[in-house]
């Protein structure tokens, strides 16, 4: 679920957005497991994760 929620910023933003990518470099992947994972999605995604990308991508609800 972080993951389709995370990858969802992209899609909102551009794929390529090199602002979203240098926030996911600085709040996901330098921190590594320094802190729980949770914290780091918030960190990232500015909010609780949300399972709505996760049923989409999944194609159990349609694209909206």
């Known amino acids: 679920m972080l993951s ?3 990858y969802s910023l992209f899609e909102e933003h551009g794929v390529l957005n090199p ?3 240098a926030r996911f470099r600085s709040e ?3 921190i ?3 802190r ?3 914290q780091s999605f918030t960190s990232f995604r500015g909010r609780a994760p949300s399972i709505d990308a996760l ?3 999944n194609g159990l609800v349609e694209n909206v």
């Open 4 to 6: 389709a929620d995370a």
């Open 32 to 34: 590594g497991g320094a």
């Open 36 to 38: 729980p994972a949770m």
């Open 55 to 57: 049923l989409r991508h």
């Open 19 to 21: 602002e979203i990518g």
């Open 28 to 30: 996901i992947l330098s």
